[in-house]
């Protein structure tokens, strides 16, 4: 689990719209100006809205819906104590104030099925650093609206609203905020939209479930900022346990319409075993590290989505440590293009995104040692979606057809077009290694029964596996790498023999916009 950034041998409804005239914070996370202030070129590229919603969240009703069951602020855990009373399918209002539920760690609110929760204006559930979890059990088909969810403490990994995944769940026009661990967990065939997740500890949403299949999951028009407070990455070095949204093993996600900005790490990482991801029109900006990383993961289609100022923090770092792999803002590794595994693509398509001023450009990766069954498989435990058995990749079989390709997740069948890659240095106050499109691997090394060994893969994932720039725009002093992070092209160079890439696209070397 977990992804190795490093070239090392070892181991849907139109809610928002609805989102758009409501106003929202523009400051980094703590008041601090964000890499927002150095940039005048960048309110002129737009391709997509932000979802404003933190600062105003829309107001729940004022007075009780009918028939709905009221819940006294006053009066502690009265929000868990009905619901355990009532039956199935119950509407419960929050009125205005600060709910608290039984100061015991483990007190928490069990939804029956149907069950729906509405808040009035004001109306908070606040776990004061005593409570781990807000809403937990297996009902399916809960609602939760117009809510804050603060202060609880849930432990690492773990999630403190949908604790247990359970399907079905509703989540809209809810803020999430200031909890440790996952502000919310994921079911099958969950709704997030409209809702604010703000300043959580390690992930706004950590979409995992253990058990059963996590299907059919719709993230909309939400605010997502501020996310792992805990710095998780820095006391966990290459845990892979942070974003403003995590992703696992999910199939079929549309991810659209959202505000991803000032996370403490990436912005969106799925992490493998994802398939079938639409990722669209959503402004991600100002994030620590990536805006999007896809590891491990099959057929997606990111499109029409605004990139920027993007991996100033975590780019530079590599940078200034003499680390030459080309950190990127959009990072696919071993990932692509599927057709045997059914989704509405067999392909990862890059289209129609404006990517500016971030630390570097789009990087297509693919680690030779990294494969089912390898120990340098950081995902453990986990084989690719077309072999159900681990251990039916190893010697002698692995290095025959078909396990020879079905044992390995494959950077292949990506097409990357009609996108406008927008670069200033002087704004990003970078040198080098801040400029790069990459389309690489390393050479193959490890375990020693490895039959990915030598450049193999390097050659197959640079000419052999149908990855693709074409009919692109440049703007700005790009560089480009292909095979090895040693191999550093100009645009011409790209382009011609043997690397063929980037056919009809343009390049213009000025700074800006």
Request: hydrophobic letters at 35%.
């Amino acid at each position: 689990m977990g992804i190795k950034w490093r070239h090392r041998a070892l181991p849907v409804a139109p809610v928002a719209l609805a989102l758009l005239a409501v106003a929202g914070c523009e400051s980094a996370p703590g008041g601090a100006p964000g890499p927002a202030a150095a940039s005048s070129a960048s309110a002129s590229v737009v391709t997509s809205e932000r979802a404003r919603v933190c600062a105003r969240p829309a107001p729940g009703p004022t007075k009780a819906p009918a028939g709905a069951v009221t819940v006294d602020p006053g009066v502690v855990g009265d929000l868990a104590a009905k619901t355990k009373s009532h039956p199935p399918g119950t509407t419960f209002w929050l009125r205005p104030g600060t709910h608290r539920l039984d100061p015991d760690r483990y007190a928490q609110v069990i939804p029956k099925k149907g069950d729906r929760y509405v808040g009035a204006p004001g109306a908070v559930l606040d776990g004061r650093k005593k409570n781990q979890y807000a809403f937990g059990g297996g009902a399916h088909d809960v609602t939760i609206r117009h809510l804050t969810v603060q202060r609880f403490v849930a432990p690492h990994d773990e999630g403190v609203v949908n604790h247990d995944s359970a399907d079905g769940w509703v989540i809209e026009h809810a803020t999430i905020q200031h909890n440790s661990a996952a502000g919310l967990m994921a079911g099958a065939r969950q709704q997030v939209r409209a809702s604010c997740l703000r300043d959580n500890g390690q992930y706004g949403m950590n979409a995992y479930k253990g058990g059963g299949a996590l299907r059919g999951l719709v993230v909309e028009g939400n605010e997502i900022v501020g996310n792992n407070t805990g710095d998780w990455e820095r006391r966990r070095e290459g845990c892979g346990c942070t974003g403003g949204i995590k992703f696992w093993a999910v199939d079929g996600a549309d991810v659209r319409g959202n505000w991803v900005h000032d996370n403490r790490g990436t912005g969106l990482w799925a992490d493998t075993n994802n398939n079938d991801f639409r990722i669209e029109k959503n402004v991600i900006e100002d994030n620590d590290g990536a805006a999007l990383i896809y590891e491990t993961s099959y057929n997606a289609v990111i499109r029409k989505n605004t990139i920027r100022r993007n991996n100033w923090v975590e780019g530079r770092k590599a940078a200034d440590s003499g680390d030459d792999f080309p950190f990127a803002t959009v990072y696919l590794s071993e990932s692509g293009g599927e057709p045997r595994v059914q989704a509405r693509t067999s392909k990862i398509e890059v289209y129609g995104n404006v990517l500016e001023d971030n630390w570097s450009g789009i990087t297509l990766w693919e680690n030779a040692d990294r494969f089912c069954n390898s120990p340098a498989n950081t995902s453990s435990g986990d084989c690719t979606l077309l072999v159900p058995k681990t251990d039916r990749c190893a010697e002698p079989a692995i290095a025959e057809a078909p396990l020879y390709a079905d044992c390995r997740w494959k950077t292949q069948r990506v097409d990357i077009h009609d996108n406008r890659f927008l670069l200033d240095k002087a704004v990003l106050r970078c040198t080098e290694k801040c400029d790069r499109m990459a389309l690489l691997a390393n050479y193959g090394t490890y375990p020693d029964w490895s039959p990915y060994q030598g450049e193999k893969v390097a050659e197959a994932v640079t000419h052999e596996q149908h990855n693709r720039w074409h009919d692109n725009t440049y703007v700005g002093p790009w560089k480009f790498v292909a095979k090895d992070p040693s191999t550093v092209l100009d645009a011409g160079q790209w382009q011609g023999a043997p690397y063929q890439q980037d056919a009809g696209s343009t390049f213009r070397t000025r700074g800006g916009g």
